[in-house]
């Protein structure tokens, strides 16, 4: 489902629509501040953007969502889960992924290609996104936060609502390398030589972290294939980057 306001546009899942307290985008390139190649809703800092213009951007996503605060982590490409509070909200934290249970913050991540993934638990009324790249999913970020929440909250990974971002398709996820870059597990996953189906390998972590498969919804939108809507570094190389956003308000 796609919504839009003050000439922001974001996609929102239909898994979380029953939950009108959870705010949630996956925002698109438009009416940001930025100028080309960045253009125009660049959030990431570390791209070359002009730091106003991304700070201008993130101001108008936390109007849109109605957030109190917007923390977005240093990502290192790893598989670090860390948790927000009321005390570290204005740290800039080094993780790709982050929880929380407190209202009225929005946690998200930037990508161009790589998927952001929401996670809800609606029985302890608790919030992850993740960041996964290709070598997220080779070392399995997604297990890690069902893990992590499960520790620290009492998740149930059954439970779990989790919706993946736009992001880079069956069709251009090319990895010529793969023999070296990707597990032999992946390999179930190879739809033409050389190209893989990190949707279907998401969802394949997932359920095998518990996660039921009908608690799972994949935007299925390729970021490379949607130039108008979408940043994508492998088709642009230097570009800004989307923002995924979800909060508890």
């Not at 209202?103 to 790589?114: E, F, L, P, Q, S």
């Not at 996670?119 to 996104?129: G, L, Q, R």
């Not at 993946?164 to 251009?172: F, T, W």
């Not at 870059?181 to 050389?194: D, G, S, Y």
């Amino acid at each position: 489902m796609e919504n839009a306001k003050d000439k922001l546009e974001w996609l929102e899942f239909d898994l979380l629509e029953p939950y009108s307290h959870v705010a949630h985008g996956v925002f698109t390139r438009h009416g940001g501040m930025s100028e080309e190649p960045f253009a125009s809703l660049n959030v990431s800092a570390s791209v070359g953007d002009h730091p106003d213009s991304v700070k201008v951007n993130r101001e108008k996503i936390i109007k849109a969502l109605e957030l109190g605060h917007l923390v977005i982590p240093h990502l290192t490409h790893g598989i670090d889960v860390a948790r927000v509070t009321a005390d570290n909200v204005g740290q800039v934290l080094q993780a790709d992924a982050l929880f929380t249970t407190e209202k009225n913050i929005g946690i998200g991540v930037t990508h161009a290609d790589c998927q952001a993934a929401f996670f809800y638990d609606p029985a302890h009324e608790a919030i992850a996104v993740a960041h996964s790249g290709w070598r997220g999913s080779v070392k399995n970020i997604y297990a890690n936060v069902v893990e992590t929440m499960k520790r620290e909250l009492g998740t149930k990974p059954e439970e779990l609502i989790v919706c993946i971002s736009p992001s880079l398709g069956p069709d251009h996820a090319e990895f010529v390398n793969h023999e070296k870059e990707l597990p032999k597990e992946f390999l179930a996953f190879q739809k033409n030589p050389n190209h893989f189906d990190f949707w279907e390998i998401s969802k394949m972590q997932l359920t095998g972290a518990g996660v039921a498969a009908q608690n799972i919804e994949v935007a299925g939108i390729c970021s490379f294939c949607r130039e108008q809507d979408y940043f994508s570094h492998r088709r642009d190389k230097k570009t800004g980057r989307n923002a995924s956003v979800i909060s508890l308000n």
